[in-house]
């Protein structure tokens, strides 16, 4: 079982920047990809970035340039700074994680969710 731990949320006006964190614990496993969604009310939720063990990285369209993805593999966390952020960028954030058991079994977690509100 694995527990994630998502700050970092808030409310910040148009051009600012917000970081989120996202902490993994839990027994033995190692981690995989680890990635940010978001949410929008109405909306489904979307990949936003990932960043592979091997610490390659994508982004959607919309955030690339301005939002960067990053892991701290020691404290099993993975970041998300966001820089010039927008209204259209206000939504919930998860943070989602792949990992691999000692027995080699897979499995995919979720955070709980941080909300991110964009003023204009």
């Known amino acids: 079982q694995v527990q994630l731990v998502e700050s970092g949320g808030g409310l910040v006006q148009a051009g600012g920047s917000l970081r989120l964190s996202c902490a993994a614990s839990g027994r033995s496993f190692s981690i995989l990809a680890m990635r940010w969604y978001r949410q929008a009310p109405g909306k489904q939720r979307d990949l936003v970035a990932a960043i592979s063990s091997g610490d390659s990285t994508n982004y959607a369209d919309s955030v690339k340039g301005r939002f960067t993805i990053s892991r701290d593999n020691a404290k099993n966390t993975v970041y998300l700074q966001m820089n010039s952020l927008k209204p259209e960028d206000t939504a919930v954030y998860y943070c989602?994680?792949?990992?691999?058991?000692?027995?080699?079994?897979?499995?995919?977690?979720w955070g709980q969710g941080t909300q991110v509100t964009v003023s204009s």
């Open positions: 989602n994680v792949a990992i691999r058991t000692p027995a080699w079994t897979t499995g995919d977690y």
